[in-house]
């Protein structure tokens, strides 16, 4: 996940990324999250747009001594990818 947060990052140097829901239970941890930028680098091939831009991640964390020792991630390129036009919406 470091890797993928560095390549956004250099693609979407404004990204923000707001929290909208975080739910805990036992050893798991649920986070909703909002996340906007602007496309000014190449991203997957897609010359910069100068398009503003968001998606929704949610992320699954198992923790284990107090430490994130699994991650799941759904995060909605599908969504992003037709925003900055390489695929047709609906």
């Given at each position: 996940m470091k890797?993928?947060?560095q390549v956004i990052v250099a693609e979407f140097p404004d990204v923000h990324a707001a929290v909208q829901d975080l739910i805990a239970d036992g050893d798991r941890v649920i986070e909703r999250t909002q996340t906007?930028?602007?496309h000014?680098?190449?991203?997957?091939?897609?010359?910069p747009t100068g398009k503003?831009?968001?998606w929704t991640e949610?992320?699954?964390?198992r923790l284990e001594d107090g430490k994130i020792a699994e991650?799941?991630?759904?995060?909605d390129l599908l969504g992003l990818l037709?925003?900055?036009g390489a695929i047709p919406g609906p």
């Open positions: 890797a993928l947060g906007s930028a602007t000014t680098g190449e991203f997957n091939g897609i010359s503003q831009v968001g949610i992320h699954i964390y991650q799941w991630s759904e995060i037709v925003q900055l």
